[in-house]
C-alpha cells in the first residue's frame, strides 16, 4: 500500500513536490492558518486571485 500512495503521488505531483512528514503541531498551524483565511473571506476582509501559477492576496 504505502509504494502505491508514493507512486501516486509521484505521478501526481513530480519530483518538484517532496513528501514530508509534518509534526503535529505544524499540522494544528496549517488547520489554523486556513481556518483564519477562511474566515477572513467570509468576513470580506481579504480578496485574492491567481494569475497562471501565482496568486496573490490583499487584506482590506
Known amino acids: 500500500m504505502p509504494d502505491r500512495v508514493l507512486a ?3 505521478a ?8 514530508v512528514d509534518l509534526r ?10 486556513r481556518a483564519n483565511w477562511q474566515s477572513a473571506l467570509d468576513a470580506g476582509r481579504v480578496t485574492a486571485h491567481r494569475v497562471g501559477l501565482r496568486a496573490s492576496s490583499w487584506a482590506k
Open 24 to 33: 503535529e503541531s505544524a499540522i494544528g498551524a496549517e488547520l489554523r492558518n
Open 12 to 19: 501526481l505531483f513530480g519530483d518538484s513536490t517532496p513528501v
Open 8 to 10: 501516486d503521488h509521484r
